[in-house]
């Protein structure tokens, strides 16, 4: 853990950058199941998992997030592993941990929906309650500055996470998943769960995943305007659209399904990233970050609109040393130009 801590952080005026989508791009790099997307990569492979940390950390993210997202009690079972839960655990605080000082980040614990929730039955707040609290109990025990409440689909149970948070004593950062086109799906408006996060004592409030950059900013800009308390945004780097608002609904001719597995066509390039984490911190977003999707490349340009210079930026492009791209180029033939698509 570090000196200065998020609130310390916030006060001070510092922008976030938060870097995740670890979930995703080990998928990629196959080291996670798709379907369940269980981490099961902590205990198999950590040397993946530091180093997806390391290039993030580099990027010039500020926090390393434990790889936690679905390693609660109900996945878990679900692939068998039920009793690799604290070992798994415990082992993505100290990878987080590990890689966070090598840089001065700070080390987030991770929860996120557990997909045991059901507000029609209040039996299940026990059941969600007792996940957060075995998962945010062992990471305090390895050392995290804050804890991240993540992809919430019913404010429900966003409010137990935040319960669990402010029992242990931590700053605690609650966003919601916009899937639905207006409302949480115990139904509350966005804007109105945030609210009442905020009012409940949350430290950050906003959103994460789902949305990419031009369907999340709009919600963002009403967020802003109606609470006092920091706000978070973590999009995906998707297109989306107004047809087609969050990558669940992406839809491409010839594909069954694009979404989780066929994406890749929608992705947003670094330029769009950088140009959303420049509108963001403009509308006042207080910590700005990317989730599913994300790739090291976003995040150094990212940091890089937010007027900072990280250590992967010491190989930021230089396309004016490209030999036809660059200044050499202006000596090659006018066949060759047109064929890279160079203006003569």
Same mark, same amino acid.
């Given at each position: 853990?570090?000196?200065?801590?998020?609130?310390?952080?916030?006060?001070?005026?510092?922008?976030?950058?938060?870097?995740?989508?670890?979930?995703? &791009?080990?998928?990629?790099?196959?080291?996670?199941?798709?379907?369940?997307?269980?981490?099961?990569?902590?205990?198999?492979?950590?040397?993946?998992?530091?180093?997806?940390?390391?290039?993030?950390?580099?990027?010039?993210?500020?926090?390393?997030?434990?790889?936690?997202?679905?390693?609660?009690?109900?996945?878990?079972?679900?692939?068998?592993?039920?009793?690799?839960?604290?070992?798994?655990?415990?082992?993505?605080?100290?990878?987080?941990?590990?890689?966070?000082?090598?840089?001065?980040?700070?080390?987030?614990?991770?929860? %996120?929906?557990?997909?045991?929730?059901?507000?029609?039955?209040?039996?299940?707040?026990?059941?969600?309650?007792?996940?957060?609290? &075995?998962?945010?109990?062992?990471?305090?025990?390895?050392?995290?500055?804050?804890?991240?409440?993540?992809?919430?689909?019913?404010?429900?149970?966003?409010?137990?996470?935040?319960?669990?948070?402010?029992?242990?004593?931590?700053?605690?950062?609650?966003?919601?998943?916009?899937?639905?086109?207006?409302?949480?799906?115990?139904?509350?408006?966005?804007?109105?769960?945030?609210?009442?996060?905020?009012?409940?004592?949350?430290?950050?409030?906003?959103?994460? %995943?789902?949305?990419? *950059?031009?369907?999340?900013?709009?919600?963002?800009?009403?967020?802003?305007?109606?609470?006092?308390? *920091?706000?978070?945004?973590?999009?995906?780097?998707?297109?989306?659209?107004?047809?087609?608002?969050?990558?669940?609904?992406?839809?491409?001719?010839?594909?069954?399904?694009?979404?989780?597995?066929?994406?890749?066509?929608?992705?947003?390039?670094?330029? &769009?990233?950088?140009?959303?984490?420049?509108?963001?911190?403009?509308?006042?977003?207080?910590?700005?970050?990317? %989730?599913?999707?994300?790739? *090291?490349?976003?995040?150094?340009?990212?940091?890089?609109?937010?007027?900072?210079?990280?250590?992967?930026?010491?190989?930021?492009?230089?396309? &004016?040393?490209?030999?036809?791209?660059?200044?050499?180029?202006?000596?090659?033939?006018?066949?060759?130009?047109?064929?890279?698509?160079?203006?003569?």
């Amino acid at each position: 853990m570090t000196t200065m801590g998020i609130e310390q952080r916030l006060a001070g005026g510092q922008v976030m950058l938060g870097a995740e989508g670890y979930v995703f &791009e080990l998928e990629r790099r196959g080291y996670i199941k798709a379907g369940p997307y269980v981490p099961e990569v902590v205990l198999d492979y950590p040397d993946a998992v530091r180093e997806l940390h390391r290039e993030f950390l580099r990027a010039g993210a500020d926090v390393m997030v434990a790889l936690t997202y679905y390693a609660h009690r109900e996945k878990l079972r679900h692939v068998g592993r039920e009793g690799d839960l604290e070992a798994m655990n415990r082992q993505a605080v100290r990878l987080a941990g590990e890689v966070a000082r090598e840089g001065g980040a700070l080390v987030a614990g991770n929860v %996120c929906n557990t997909w045991a929730y059901d507000p029609a039955d209040p039996s299940t707040r026990a059941v969600v309650r007792a996940q957060y609290a &075995e998962q945010l109990g062992w990471a305090v025990q390895e050392g995290i500055d804050f804890v991240i409440s993540e992809t919430n689909d019913y404010l429900g149970e966003a409010l137990i996470a935040l319960e669990v948070i402010q029992e242990l004593g931590l700053p605690s950062m609650v966003t919601l998943a916009s899937t639905l086109p207006d409302k949480t799906r115990d139904g509350y408006d966005y804007v109105e769960a945030c609210r009442i996060l905020a009012g409940h004592g949350a430290t950050i409030v906003g959103l994460n %995943c789902d949305r990419g *950059p031009e369907t999340m900013l709009p919600l963002l800009a009403r967020i802003r305007d109606a609470v006092d308390a *920091p706000v978070a945004a973590q999009p995906v780097p998707y297109r989306t659209t107004a047809a087609s608002p969050t990558m669940q609904s992406l839809r491409a001719d010839g594909v069954d399904r694009v979404f989780p597995l066929a994406l890749e066509p929608f992705t947003c390039t670094r330029f &769009e990233m950088a140009g959303f984490a420049a509108a963001a911190r403009d509308l006042g977003v207080n910590y700005v970050g990317i %989730c599913c999707g994300a790739g *090291p490349q976003h995040v150094r340009a990212m940091a890089e609109a937010l007027g900072r210079q990280a250590p992967a930026s010491k190989y930021s492009p230089a396309i &004016e040393l490209h030999p036809i791209l660059g200044r050499a180029g202006t000596t090659a033939g006018a066949d060759v130009l047109a064929a890279w698509n160079v203006a003569g």
